[in-house]
């Protein structure tokens, strides 16, 4: 097997995600497919010998590297108990040991947890719990939900209700029953003088006049804790979560937190809410729970909903479900990276990692064409002065070109490695990064 033999067969019979297949036809000039032979720890292999260093943990799923050694023991171990059964009058033991374990991880505020297979469905389920919820205490005017501007929850026709990229929304606009948007705490708003906790007190004065008009209607607030990933890395204050809390409880709103993407030590804590001393009514998590090996995605939630649904008449009863709810392989690999972090001290590891991190991107600050350089714990990102509409596939390409693998959103380039990268690595990303940088703005 050779690049250009796998290459081939992939255009032809694979329909990629998130890609304009055309930009892959012969004579495109665009950013070749890699294909990925195998992987190991941060790096990934093509069939050609050539190697790239994974810079974004593989769509921000991959934690401990790939081809784990824990994580793959473990595995093995479950293929000769049980692959899969079904979750309705069935269970097993790593669907109720991972349970236990991500309860517990809230402090046991969110005590019961209900199984999907990947993150829009997560989504879905919150959604569709937060209402159902209301509607079971009579509340039926509660039909309407509330998300940030510029967030993203997902990309299934409901998912994409409270998704605010126009990217991947407008094309679907007659499908789909939008949501409200309020605005975003993004610091990078901050005006003269402001500080980040300054915006986010702005911006939840805006979420508070919203509620106190629309609060009848509204089952949830929706908000990704911390930083909104997909819509660039924006980056906010712990304030705003400590105001939107108090707010949704003010006005009898659910509040969401979706750690799809920030959840499992991303920004520094375990779940990013812990930082701002909160807990949420739902909350969803995905990517990162299987150590990036498998799919699977959980809805934590409340006594106080779990017990709306608790009744005699079976309509009452949260009835949604998927083929592979629970699945065993998943969970079992679930519990493996649980243990990780349990025996390696993650969290602490990577406040020295991200301490790496930082002083090895901070030259870059006073670089004249690169603004807002920011970074909490696993994920930092910058904005590139450019006016190239193609600037985050040249990078990538060059990028590509220095054995690194970064996708640029828009003019923002991020760094999200699994949390294996050893100091050289990281001096090799971030130099990588750079030298790209150059050659894309020199281009
Ligand atoms: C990736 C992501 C989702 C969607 O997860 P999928 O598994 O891709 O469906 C939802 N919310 C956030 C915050 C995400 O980053």
């Known amino acids: 097997m050779s690049n250009s033999d796998l290459l081939q067969r992939s255009l032809a019979a694979v329909w990629h995600p998130c890609t304009q297949m055309k930009q892959h036809a012969a004579g495109s000039d665009a950013a070749p497919m890699i294909p990925i032979a195998r992987g190991k720890g941060v790096w990934l292999y093509d069939f050609d010998g050539r190697r790239y260093l ?231 998590l995905s990517k990162g729970i299987s150590g990036g090996y498998l799919p699977l995605s959980v809805v934590l939630t409340t006594d106080a909903v779990y017990g709306a649904f608790y009744d005699d008449r079976v309509g009452r009863g949260f009835l949604h479900s998927h083929s592979y709810t629970g699945n065993a392989l998943a969970c079992r690999a679930a519990l493996a990276t649980l243990d990780i972090f349990a025996d390696e001290e993650v969290i602490a590891a990577n406040r020295l990692l991200a301490e790496h991190l930082a002083s090895c991107l901070r030259p870059l600050a006073s670089h004249p064409r690169v603004r807002h350089l920011r970074q909490r714990g696993m994920i930092a990102a910058f904005d590139v002065l450019s006016d190239d509409e193609r600037f985050a596939e040249r990078f990538h390409r060059q990028a590509l070109a220095r054995e690194i693998l970064l996708r640029p959103i828009g003019n923002t380039v991020y760094f999200m490695p699994p949390y294996v990268l050893d100091s050289e690595q990281c001096e090799f990303l971030v130099a990588g990064a750079v030298a790209a940088l150059e050659a894309t703005l020199a281009a």
Request: net charge negative.
């Open 54 to 284: 994974d810079g974004i943990s593989s769509w921000w799923v991959n934690l401990f590297g790939h081809c784990n050694p824990r994580i793959n023991a473990a595995l093995r171990e479950q293929l000769d108990e049980l692959e899969h059964v079904i979750l309705a009058g069935c269970t097993h033991r790593p669907v109720v040991e991972l349970s236990e374990r991500l309860s517990a991880l809230t402090g046991g505020s969110l005590g019961h947890c209900f199984y999907a297979s990947d993150g829009a469905s997560a989504t879905e389920i919150a959604l569709k719990m937060s209402f159902h919820a209301w509607r079971n205490h009579g509340r039926h005017d509660k039909t309407e939900f509330l998300c940030l501007s510029g967030s993203y929850h997902g990309e299934t026709v409901g998912a994409l209700a409270v998704t605010d990229v126009a990217l991947f929304k407008d094309a679907y606009a007659p499908l789909i029953r939008a949501a409200s948007t309020v605005a975003s705490p993004d610091a990078r708003q901050a005006k003269d003088g402001e500080t980040p906790v300054d915006v986010a007190r702005r911006a939840a004065a805006a979420l508070a006049s919203h509620l106190e008009e629309h609060h009848p209607r509204i089952a949830a607030l929706i908000v990704e804790p911390l930083i909104q990933c997909a819509s660039g890395m924006v980056m906010y204050d712990p304030e705003y979560l400590r105001l939107a809390r108090a707010l949704c409880d003010r006005y009898e709103v659910h509040l969401i937190c979706d750690e799809i993407a920030v959840g499992f030590g991303r920004t520094g804590t375990f779940f990013a809410h812990e930082q701002a001393g909160i807990r949420p009514d739902f909350l969803c």
